[in-house]
Every structure is written in C-alpha cells, then in structure tokens.
C-alpha cells in the first residue's frame, strides 16, 4: 500500500473507532462556508463553532502550565491511536488525527517528547514528511502565531488542494518575485495576498533547509524569544519542495479584545494564514465583511518597513578579506563539517605536508549553514593572543568563513577568509564587551568596519601600483614591523643608538590584516557572541566614516588621557584632519571634565573584558622601578648594553604629552627611543600603558630629587592607556551612557567626517 493510502486509511480507521472525532467529522461536512477577496487572494470563511476550544483559548504561560498537555501520549483519550514516524537523528513522532478538524483528513503530527515548540532543526523533518505524503500540506503554527499547543512540538497536515494560498501561488507563478538562492534552492516574494509572504522552491532538502534558515535569521526575533513569529506551509510536488513562510507581527489582533461591534473571537493560525479563516462564533460570521477581514490580516501580519528590511538582509552582501591568524613550523586544526577531528600541517622541504602529501597551498572552503551571520566552520588550535602583553596566553579558537594554510618564509601561515561583516562579530565582542550600550556598540562598529576596509583599499591600491613579480622576503606574523629607522653617530665622545620605529598593519603582504592587537583583536567567534552585537551591526550593515570620499583610517585606544593624539605621533608623518588632537569634553572644551575620568565599574566593565581588567588604572596611573631594574629593563628590551642607568629625557612630544621620541642616557651609552609605541616597549616587560607620562626620580627615603643625584627609584606618572589616536574607548562608553547617540560620538572623535554606506 502506498503511503498515501496508508494516511487515508489510517484516519477512516480512527473515525470507526472514535466517537468524537466521527461526530466532529460528520458536523464539518454541514458547516458553512462562503468567499470574499482580500488582497487579490480569494479566500474561505468557515463558520465552525467547535474551533472556539482553539480560537478562546488561554495561552499564558500560568494557563499553559496548568492544563495537562493534550499532545503528550499519556494524556491523550484511549480512543486515539497513532502512526509512528521517525525523523533525523532520532528524533521522533505521532501521527495523529484532529479530533477538531477544519479539513477533512486533518492530522496532528506531535513529537514524542514534550518539548517547545520550536522549528529549529526540525525543519528537515517536516521536508521528509512531505515527500513520503505528498497528498498532504504540512503546516506548522509558531509558539505566537496560533498555535494552541506552544508547550509540545508538533507539526499539522491537510489535504493538498485545500489551502488558498498554496493553490494561488502554484497557479500563479507570475505572482512571486525572485529574491535570493542556495545552491538548488530558490526564494521569492509573493505579491498577493498581505505582507510578509515568502516562498521556497527547491529540488533537495538539504538547500531547501539552509535556504529557510537564512530567511529566518533575516527576521526580527523578539526578546525572550527562539524564533520570529511565522506560519510555514511545506509541501512536495512534482520533483520539487515547496514552502511558504507567512511573517508575523502579533498573534491575535486588536478585534480578540474588543468589547465593541468590531470583535472578533479569531485567533488566526496557519489556516486562516493560509485562506481558510475561522469563525467559531454565527453572529461574527455574518458580520464579517471583506474589510473587517483585511483589517485584521494587516494588525498580525508584518508591515511593508519590515518586510523590506527582510529583504534587503536577504540580499545584501559583504566583502571578504583575509585575517592572518599566526604562524609557526606546524599548525593543527579541526574542520567542523567533516567529524574528523584533530588535524596537523607541517612544514616540509619548503611546503606543507598534510595526510602524507606535499602542498603549496591548502584550502578548506566554509561548509556552514547560509544564515545572515556566519557559523562556525573551522578550529585553530593553540593560537596565541595578546602578543607581548600581560594577558599573552594560548588558546583554542573557533573560525567562520573558509581556512587558507600557505607557506610564509620559513613558517606555514593560518589565513581565516570570511565576510567583514562576520569579521566585525568577533572585533566587536573581543575589543570589548557585547553588553556594552548599544550606541556604543554602534560607532565601534563603524569605526571597526572603517578601519579595515581603509587597510584593504589602501593595501590593494598599492598592490597594483607596484606589481611585483613576486615576494622575496616577507617578515613573519608575529613581527609586525612596519618601518625601522636606525642611524648610528657621534655625540661628544659617546655613541647613540637611535631607534625610531612604528608599528602597523603594511607588514601583512599575504593577507589584508592580522587578529591581534596589532591590527583589530579578532578571535572568530571563540567569544560569546551576544544578539546586542549581531543586532548592532545589523543596524550599521556597511556604514562607514568617510572623509572628502575617502574611507577614514579610523583608529581607536583604550583611554586617551583627556586629550587626542594626531596620527604622525604614533606611526608615519602623515596626518588627517579628522585625526584632530582635541580635547575628550563636550564640544571639545579643554576647561570641562574629560569623558574619559571616570572610575565608573559598570562603564569601564563596557570596555574591557576581564583580562584587561587585571589592571585598573586608565585615566592617570603611577609605575615605579628600582634604578637597578629600570636599567636591567631597558638593557634586555633593547639589547644594548646602557651600563648604569642615569636619566630618561623626553626629546618630543605629541599635542596629548605622548612622548614620540625619549633619550634613555646610561653610564655606557646613550639610546633614542621614538615612536609613541617603541618608548612603551622600551619601558615595560609587555607594553606601558602609554608614553603620556613625566618623569621623577626619588631618593632612599621616597623624596623626589634631580637626575643627577644617587636617585633609587624611577617614577612614571602617566595618562591614558594606548596611542590615544581617534576614538577614545572609555570616552565612548561614557558619552553613550550620558545620551549621546552613535552618530554624535563618532562626530566628536573623527570632526568633519559623513557616514555613508
């Protein structure tokens, strides 16, 4: 017997044997039913007085938690009987007839667990149902969009020809409107009807479910809550699976609550959604004009805003680039789709060795689901973070978008290519916390996005300028040296050693930027991920600062110290004029208080993550050596032997007091240390806080004395933490806290600037 008729026979079975189910049966035979057109789809009003167990029904959490569920098999009447179906990875079902039918052969399909009601990864479930029982649509009620069962999974099944909407869209393919693909699958917009109206054609499942979940991820999920307010039909016909999602904005309208002539006791569900509308009460059945029927569609329905804010997520693009993630003889990783586990590349004879072959390159294209935001796809195991600062520590690490493995010098290079968008997901939730205001939040991203996308322009523009046949020397991931200037010569009768150094992302020649702090902090999505952050470059997809129609090479730190710094300060002596050093106050007073004086917990926790809060001191800070370590400090930071150390002389400074070039004079010799971030090298076992900082000199009993005396004891008394360079972090954070939205902050730290996508 064909499955089919199996179904069928399965449901006359029951109505033999079930009193009330036949009873019920035999009265939809008799119930009225007339036409009228809404929105160009003509559908059916069912006068059905047995639905008001459904239509009335309480659905609040204390209602729900005090009925015994309808849908669990020890609950259900003896008279019921079931079909047994089982779908992916175990998961299994029950075939069930409606005892309150609004088709004929109306089935329930509920899963044997009590579980919520929920489509995630059950999807290809009801794709599976639907090609083994193609007489039938397979529908499906959101836990707030008419479903009277929100506590216990379940799935509905009707007739094939039954549904309104279903049978326009097939006889009508002139009506949808292509929008998007994976693979084999297609989606369109249907024109007809109301708003929010969506509709899947595909040929596999597999495309089919990758396909819906992109839509789904394209719609506005409400707090609380799993997933967007939807009603979902799925069929197969032909050689082909169909699915239409009809969007949600509420579950009943305005007219449920109504005590005047406009109420009505309808509950919309998957079948008035789909042209089949309720009505469980005779005098509102009478009453029910085309008009009243279209009021109330359009108050649950989605509006036009929010329709096509779904479809321009489903259409929108991002960029991709190339984040070099580190280096070393050997790298292991684990690529998620393939099960396999652990596996280990390694450097040979000048290529990568891998599962007992030789490679110049290896690749791993992304395998994940098509979704707005990418999931994770690889692991790198053992990276290491935090490059030469106090939290430096090795960690495994979880990647989006594709995994590139090439050789770089003498060491093999990871390189993750993914999305910027995606990109930003981790450099957002790494450079600071993801429950920071959302307004922060906002302008961190626009400068974060602007930031790259400046490296990107700027590095392929000078890629095709010079267009080398082909890279000899390539420094290594970790040096991060942009530009050394050295130069011995004679002072008096001594020598100096100048060093003026900077450090920026140009080193990076076979990939666009690198994951540490020397470019952005990105660690792919090994940190939690918040819906605040997806919600917040959602918001700002592709905006970026621009300057004259240029992209702004927008640069942030920590804590400026109260002051901004220019550009040429900290790396080459260019400048930009929306790099200006301004004060950090309201309109830039240098007499108001700073944005960035605050011992706020709750503001600095927004900004640091519990690793840079091993430190507490931001906006003034205070580190003291003993002479003999200070010198000890320098000698090994800098190999040169200085000899006794006998003062630290501040040469240069920036407009914020940064130091940009230091005199470092020993007993043996004398060293010049520039810029900004080589003097914080020079200076500290990891990094110093900055180079805004004065130099004292105290005695034995703690006085302060000159340089020229038996001083013991080196005093920095500093500002700010970082280059202090554009946008101030902790700045930020306050100015959001105080009211000031995305759009202001970014004018306050990068003047004369327009945002633009």
Not at 393 to 402: H, I, L, T, W, Y
């Amino acid at each position: 017997m064909k499955n089919n008729q199996v179904l069928h026979k399965f449901v006359g079975d029951q109505l033999s044997q079930w009193p009330l189910a036949c009873e019920n049966y035999r009265a939809l035979k008799g119930v009225m039913t007339r036409e009228v057109e809404t929105g160009g789809l003509t559908v059916k009003l069912q006068f059905n007085p047995a639905r008001i167990i459904s239509s009335a029904a309480k659905l609040d959490k204390a209602a729900i938690a005090s009925r015994r569920c309808f849908l669990c098999r020890e609950n259900r009447p003896v008279e019921q009987s079931m079909l047994k179906f089982e779908g992916r990875k175990g998961k299994k079902y029950h075939i069930l007839v409606n005892p309150y039918p609004i088709f004929p052969d109306h089935l329930v399909i509920a899963a044997v667990r009590h579980t919520d009601q929920s489509i995630w990864h059950r999807y290809i479930d009801m794709l599976d149902l639907a090609r083994k029982y193609d007489d039938f649509t397979f529908f499906y009620n959101g836990p707030k969009s008419g479903a009277s069962a929100p506590d216990h999974h379940h799935f509905q099944a009707a007739p094939k020809d039954l549904i309104p909407l279903r049978n326009d869209i097939d006889s009508n393919p002139d009506t949808l409107r292509y929008l998007a693909s994976v693979q084999d699958a297609k989606l369109y917009h249907y024109d007809k009807f109301t708003t929010g109206v969506f509709v899947i054609r595909s040929e596999t499942a597999k495309s089919a479910a990758k396909l819906f979940y992109r839509l789904l991820d394209c719609a506005q999920i409400n707090e609380g809550e799993t997933e967007p307010q939807f009603n979902l039909f799925t069929y197969h016909t032909g050689n082909e699976f169909r699915s239409i999602v009809v969007f949600r904005s509420r579950h009943r309208s305005h007219h449920y609550f109504s005590e005047g002539p406009d109420h009505l006791t309808m509950s919309p569900g998957c079948a008035d959604m789909g042209g089949v509308f309720i009505v469980p009460v005779a005098e509102e059945y009478d009453k029910l004009t085309p008009e009243l029927l279209s009021e109330m569609i359009a108050e649950v329905s989605i509006d036009k805003a929010t329709e096509e804010k779904i479809i321009w997520r489903l259409t929108r693009t991002q960029p991709l680039l190339q984040v070099g993630i580190m280096s070393g003889k050997e790298i292991e990783f684990e690529i998620l789709s393939d099960g396999a586990g652990a596996r280990k590349a390694v450097l040979r004879e000048g290529k990568i060795e891998y599962d007992g072959a030789l490679y110049d390159e290896l690749y791993f294209e992304a395998q994940t689901l098509s979704t707005q935001f990418a999931q994770p796809s690889f692991i790198i195991h053992k990276v290491t973070i935090g490059v030469n600062f106090h939290w430096e520590r090795q960690e495994d690490q979880k990647f989006a978008g594709a995994l590139k493995i090439i050789v770089d010098k003498d060491k093999l290079t990871a390189v993750n290519i993914v999305g910027v968008e995606d990109y930003l997901l981790s450099v957002i939730s790494s450079e600071m916390s993801a429950s920071a205001t959302e307004e922060f939040l906002k302008a961190h991203a626009v400068i974060s996005r602007s930031w790259v996308m400046a490296q990107i322009e700027a590095a392929r523009k000078e890629h095709v300028a010079h267009a080398p046949e082909g890279i000899s020397d390539v420094p290594s991931l970790v040096s991060h040296l942009d530009s050394i200037l050295y130069a011995e010569r004679t002072e008096a009768d001594s020598m100096v050693h100048e060093y003026v150094k900077w450090y920026d992302k140009e080193d990076h020649r076979l990939f666009d930027v690198c994951a540490d702090d020397h470019c952005q902090r990105y660690q792919g999505l090994t940190r939690a991920v918040g819906q605040r952050v997806r919600k917040v470059i959602d918001a700002t997809w592709g905006q970026a600062l621009h300057y004259e129609g240029q992209l702004c090479d927008a640069r942030f730190s920590k804590c400026c110290g109260g002051r901004m710094e220019k550009f040429s300060s900290c790396w080459n002596d260019n400048d930009y004029a929306y790099l200006q050093p301004l004060a950090d106050t309201p309109d830039h007073n240098p007499s108001a208080h700073c944005f960035c004086d605050t011992q706020d917990k709750d503001i600095l926790g927004q900004v640091l993550n519990n690793y840079d809060q091993e430190t507490v001191d931001f906006y003034r800070w205070t580190v003291e050596y003993a002479r003999e370590d200070a010198g000890t400090l320098i000698e090994r930071r800098s190999g040169i032997g200085i000899g006794r150390l006998m003062a630290l002389e501040p040469l240069q400074r920036g407009p914020s007091g940064r130091l940009t070039k230091l005199a470092i004079i020993g007993e043996k010799q004398k060293i010049v240390v520039g810029k900004e971030l080589e003097i914080r090298r020079t200076l500290s076992e990891t990094h110093l806080k900055s180079s805004a900082f004065e130099v004292a000199y105290l005695d034995a009993e703690g006085h302060e004395t000159g340089s020229d005396s038996d001083w013991t004891v080196l005093r920095l008394q500093g500002a700010g933490w970082g280059h202090g360079v554009g946008l101030c972090q902790i700045g930020a954070a306050v100015m959001a806290s105080k009211g000031y939205d995305y759009r202001q902050i970014l004018s306050h730290y990068y003047p004369g600037t327009t945002l633009s996508i």
